[in-house]
């Protein structure tokens, strides 16, 4: 059954029309996109990665983690914004997109959401899935709307300046949402009876076939988990890093893989015993 959920996540997020933004014009040409499998990616086997230049934000609101019911329902969006960024000659980039990016960020989740949640109730929040057919115009403006949403420091929710600038940062932190928001998740719960929303806010990936033995890429993503029923943000992390290939097999798939650990931190930490620092 598990199995089942999890191929209908990946099938689902891959081709259905999402309600998130995707940017995949970067600086290729469709028929790029649509390349054959290309005879530079070097003998299939493992992707090896150096992770370099790495930064990362990290928060949990103690009461709402600590509190978090296993057997409610949590409504799983794709990510609202998602950037993939290539260059115009790229052998590698043949199978890379932001809807293949995106596919692979939620084998990445639901994964680990199932590992860390196992009683917990995930449902896609995609039109024929969780949310009615009728609802596609509210979910297509629903996306855009939280982005457009103030957060911290009155920045916008797509905005990663408030997460860059905590470079290295890790704590617990109770945030007074501004009503706007809050109302709105409180809104989106009631609307489809649930409890929590995964929402990856915003991905952006940059392939570079410079980088190590067989190409890499820069990678930067904001994941988001929130207790909608009673608007509160219950965990945040902010996530850049560079991936360089040490090995010659290019990174033509799996590029959520180095982010897997980094979100495993964030949902199997036990913050009744986490000092912040």
């Keep these: 059954m598990k199995f089942l959920q999890f191929m209908l996540l990946c099938a689902s997020t891959l081709f259905i029309a999402c309600a998130g933004s995707r940017d995949s014009s970067s600086e290729g040409s469709a028929d790029d996109?649509?390349?054959?499998?290309?005879?530079?990616?070097?003998?299939?086997?493992?992707?090896?990665?150096?992770?370099?230049?790495?930064?990362?934000?990290?928060?949990?609101?103690?009461?709402?983690?600590?509190?978090?019911?296993?057997?409610?329902?949590?409504?799983?969006?794709?990510?609202?914004?998602?950037?993939?960024?290539?260059?115009?000659?790229?052998?590698?980039?043949?199978?890379?997109?932001?809807?293949?990016?995106?596919?692979?960020?939620?084998?990445?989740?639901?994964?680990?959401?199932?590992?860390?949640?196992?009683?917990?109730?995930?449902?896609?929040?995609?039109?024929?899935?969780?949310?009615?057919?009728?609802?596609?115009?509210?979910?297509?403006?629903?996306?855009?709307?939280?982005?457009?949403?103030?957060?911290?420091e009155g920045k916008r929710l797509d905005d990663v300046t408030p997460w860059k600038e905590r470079d290295g940062v890790e704590q617990t932190l109770t945030r007074q949402l501004p009503f706007e928001l809050s109302d709105l998740l409180n809104k989106i719960a009631s609307r489809y009876e649930l409890r929590y929303l995964t929402i990856p806010l915003l991905m952006d990936v940059t392939m570079d076939p410079d980088l190590g033995k067989k190409g890499g890429f820069k990678w930067e993503i904001v994941w988001s988990m929130w207790d909608a029923r009673y608007g509160e943000l219950v965990c945040l992390t902010y996530s850049s890093f560079?991936?360089?290939?040490?090995?010659?097999?290019?990174?033509?798939?799996?590029?959520?893989?180095?982010?897997?650990?980094?979100?495993?931190?964030?949902?199997?930490?036990?913050?009744?015993?986490?000092?912040n620092h």
């Design 33 to 152: 996109m649509a390349d054959a499998p290309c005879t530079e990616c070097g003998t299939r086997g493992e992707i090896e990665l150096k992770i370099t230049d790495e930064k990362f934000y990290r928060e949990w609101n103690s009461a709402a983690f600590s509190r978090i019911d296993s057997n409610a329902v949590v409504g799983v969006f794709p990510a609202l914004k998602v950037t993939a960024n290539r260059p115009e000659s790229c052998k590698m980039c043949h199978s890379y997109s932001a809807d293949a990016l995106d596919f692979d960020l939620a084998r990445v989740e639901d994964s680990l959401f199932v590992k860390a949640f196992p009683k917990m109730t995930r449902e896609l929040m995609l039109p024929g899935m969780r949310v009615p057919d009728a609802d596609s115009a509210y979910i297509d403006t629903l996306s855009a709307k939280l982005l457009k949403m103030k957060f911290v």
């Design 242 to 275: 560079t991936a360089a290939t040490t090995t010659r097999v290019a990174p033509e798939k799996e590029w959520a893989t180095p982010f897997a650990s980094r979100l495993w931190k964030l949902l199997n930490t036990d913050v009744a015993h986490f000092e």
